[in-house]
């Protein structure tokens, strides 16, 4: 931003130059609280019937096709050998209702 400001002071002369604000905003997340010892994973792994070597894929958040947080580029990107053997994958999401799809059947 220096760099830039430096260009415009030389190239229109520009006596004073307004950079914006870049504050570092904090999601909120607490990592802590995701940090699980391998008991754990292994019990649920046995609760939810996904066998230990199988791919799980959990999206926490909101689901908005027409905002943010469109879920297209993380489907392509787990069907991208060789992240994925669809055999050996489960996903999961998770949001604030449930998203009705007339294909979709819960299992």
Do not use: W
């Amino acid at each position: 931003m220096e760099a830039q400001e430096e260009y415009l002071r030389e190239r229109l002369g520009i006596a004073r130059v307004m950079l914006p604000q870049l504050p570092v905003i904090p999601l909120g997340v607490h990592v802590d609280d995701f940090s699980f010892s391998p008991r754990d994973r292994e019990e649920a792994r046995k609760t939810l019937g996904v066998s230990q070597s199988a791919l799980i894929v959990l999206f926490v958040g909101r689901l908005s096709f027409h905002a943010k947080a469109h879920p297209l580029a993380m489907y392509q990107a787990l069907g991208r050998p060789p992240l994925l053997d669809p055999c050996k994958a489960n996903f999961g999401a998770v949001g604030p209702r449930p998203v009705y799809h007339p294909g979709y059947r819960f299992r």
